[in-house]
């Protein structure tokens, strides 16, 4: 609980496991600035209502401790074990490295075309990994690196995974955010013109990708206090993140 262990990542976490199966525990950190298991765990619940895909969760507190338990997606417990799913990261389908200087390797639409070349069902994938880039400007997530991504497959047919690692942060900024991977023709300029700009590539036209903004940028905005309240972040918390969701800045026209 002091320590946590290393499974890769910037946040101590350790696989657990119950009767259901087994669980990915994510553990606080000793410079958190909120309680960052509460609020992960009501941004896997504001993304649902939100209409994207996301893994089982709960949170577990142990010695005092907030846990955010996340159930294992590509694992599937059996009379005889576990059944495992192949799984690829967003990084690996994109051909590219894990570092700073390669950044510039992941733009959304490069994986959004990837997706839909390896995908069953690319339509539906396409428009959901489109939600998950609108999502994560408006809660100004910008830990959305190609490795928090992922495609998985059961079978033989590959699919988008659950969203996972959706974590808010608070940038001083109210002009201009920026994410992780290239999301349009402004590079990766967190607004809504630019989300929309290369919508063609998620298999969308622009007055549904338009829609899809504003409808997410609605939802976001009337209810991230409510779902945070009722998944237990506390008043102060609360404060000290609300400059996260859907910025000013989201909406100006930019360069």
Not at 47 to 76: M, N, Q, Y
Not at 95 to 107: F, V
Not at 129 to 145: E, K, S, V
Not at 185 to 214: C, M, T, W
């Amino acid at each position: 609980m002091l320590l946590g262990t290393s499974m890769g990542g910037a946040r101590p976490k350790a696989v657990v496991e119950d009767d259901e199966g087994l669980w990915l525990a994510k553990f606080a950190r000793a410079d958190d600035r909120w309680n960052n298991a509460r609020i992960e765990r009501a941004m896997l619940t504001l993304a649902r209502h939100c209409g994207i895909a996301i893994p089982e969760s709960r949170i577990e507190t142990v010695g005092a401790r907030d846990v955010l338990l996340v159930k294992r997606f590509d694992r599937e417990k059996t009379s005889t074990g576990y059944r495992r799913a192949r799984m690829v990261s967003g990084l690996t389908l994109l051909c590219a490295e894990d570092t700073y200087q390669s950044r510039e390797k992941w733009p959304y639409v490069a994986l959004a075309e990837e997706l839909r070349r390896v995908s069953f069902t690319p339509k539906k994938d396409a428009t959901e990994l489109f939600r998950r880039m609108c999502f994560n400007a408006l809660i100004t997530n910008i830990d959305d690196h190609s490795r928090n991504h992922a495609i998985i497959a059961w079978d033989r047919d590959w699919k988008l995974s659950p969203a996972y690692d959706l974590t808010p942060a608070n940038p001083i900024g109210l002009e201009r955010r920026d994410l992780a991977m290239i999301c349009g023709d402004a590079g990766r300029f967190a607004n809504a013109a630019n989300l929309k700009s290369q919508s063609v590539h998620f298999l969308l036209g622009p007055e549904d990708a338009g829609q899809i903004v504003k409808e997410m940028a609605d939802r976001i905005a009337a209810g991230w206090y409510a779902i945070a309240r009722a998944e237990g972040v506390s008043e102060a918390d609360c404060a000290t993140i609300k400059g996260a969701f859907v910025y000013p800045g989201f909406w100006h026209a930019g360069e």
